[in-house]
């Protein structure tokens, strides 16, 4: 048998069942990784004691007979999922000593069907980022190395910037706000992991790391018990090495909420029975204007191959336009921070974490704020306060809504004409180096998000497959949208380029 660690989710769900392995046994081996890759900085919190009594307890489940479908699997969980009596961070100073008396939907519904906590794992502070860089924690590097590194150069960089205590320059960022997630499940310190887009943070680093990762449609999941970034666009969702494993994940994670009023009232159907369906027949949308000026060759030529692929399977393939989508990015970055401006006022000082006094109550919101935020958080904060402040509400705001509603049309009216889900790259780039696009320029970052933040604009489903390699030997991802409540044809389609694909390999060991 290979190691425990190189197995899918699914095989180790089945591994499980079939005993030919325990949860302790599955358990401890990750445990064992992650402490290996600490130089990584995916995780940062290890529950180990945690993960063995709750090994300890699947275990059992699965000796009598009684496993959910989840049971004894181990799981990490982005810091922005609430875990009660366990510290939940959102990577921010600000409530970096928070510990839920409650338990998010999401994970007590995993916990429910087996699953076992590795951890805490790393990712943007609040959410906010395409890098994993605005971590209060620092940035988690990509297992990936940098073209040309070889292992060696990589294990001896990164033992120098961790003993000298310098930013881990030249390493490959995993993408973000889930950079740790992705990371994680990448460099197989988890077989999946929870994470959450707002505007593609599950989609782009899964894309950056060739891993598979799924948005679901809007209110497919409980929102209650998540760090809130921007409500209206907020979804949680699994990353995994495959797309069965994302359909295994999302079929426990999905599913009304009496506690979140945006979640849907709607059964969650079996995702993994949509793997391995035909695609034959299906239309699939390609649209116009995401070639974006600039496209590189190499995105174009992956694209492309995703294309041909599909209509190799029987699809059909249909050109279709989105007119609106080039007002995506500037309506998210006003939306976005809209909400956030509102989400994070409540991080006052008086109710929540860290607090630093003043002589009135308005300078000790304002000394609080100032030390507790990083850069990044605060200016989505000016932003959003900005935007909907008198004077500038109608000029921005209610613009960029109008937008949003515009964009939403976009895509009923291509599902409209029989559409079945629509094919993009999933980034206009691979992965870049840490520190290479956290400079002076935001919009530098911003423009990582093209592809993605429409969907999340429109509240659709939108998947993210591993489906080549670079130039440069690091991997690509394309997505695929869906219409709403559509995740089982993402997931078959997916599971059809993913097989098209093949494997992209896996970074090697290097960082242990
Ligand atoms: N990168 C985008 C942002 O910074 C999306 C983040 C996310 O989806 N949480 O807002």
Known sequence: ??????????????????????????????????????????????????????????????????????????????????????????????????VPTYESTVT????????????????????????????????VVSPWLPPNWSAEQGKEKLAAARAAGTAPNGFLVPGGSSGGSAAAVAARLCPGATGTDTGGSIRQPAAFTGIAGIKPTYGRCSRWGIVAFASSLDQAGPFAQTVRDCAIMLKSMAGHDPKDTTSMDLAVPDYEAAIGKSVKGKVIGIPKEYRVDGMSAEIDALWQKGIDWLRDAGAEIREISL??????????YIVAPAECSSNLARYDGVRYGERVAGREITELYENTRAAGFGDEVKRRILIGTYVLSAGYYDAYYVRAQKIRTLIKRDFELAYADGVDAI???????????????????????????????????????????????????????????????????????GHAIEQAAGSLGKPQNWWA
């Open 1 to 98: 048998m290979s190691h425990i660690t190189d197995l899918t989710l699914a095989e180790i769900r089945d591994g499980l069942k079939a005993k030919s392995f325990t949860s302790a046994e599955t358990t401890k081996a990750y445990l064992d990784s992650i402490e290996k890759a600490r130089g990584l900085n995916a995780y940062v919190l290890e529950t180990p004691d945690r993960a063995l009594a709750m090994a300890a307890k699947a275990d059992a489940r699965l000796a009598k007979g009684e496993a959910g479908p989840l049971e004894g699997v181990p799981l990490g969980i982005k810091d922005l999922f609430a875990t009660e009596g366990v510290r939940t961070t959102a990577c921010s100073h600000i409530i970096d000593n928070f």
């Open 108 to 139: 007590s519904q995993l916990w429910r069907d087996g699953a076992v906590m590795l951890g805490k794992i790393n990712n943007d502070e609040f959410a906010m980022g395409s890098s994993n860089e605005t971590s209060a924690f620092g940035p």
């Open 323 to 332: 007119p609106h989508t080039k007002y995506a990015l500037p309506a998210y």
């Open 423 to 493: 094919l993009t790259p999933a980034t206009p780039s691979p992965a870049f180096g840490i520190g290479e696009k956290a400079g002076a320029d935001p919009v530098e970052m911003y423009l990582n998000d093209v592809f993605t933040v429409t969907v999340n604009m429109a509240g659709l489903p939108g998947i993210a497959v591993p489906a080549g390699l670079s130039n440069e030997g690091l991997p690509l991802g394309l997505q695929l949208i869906g219409r709403a409540f559509d995740e089982e044809t993402l997931f078959t389609i």
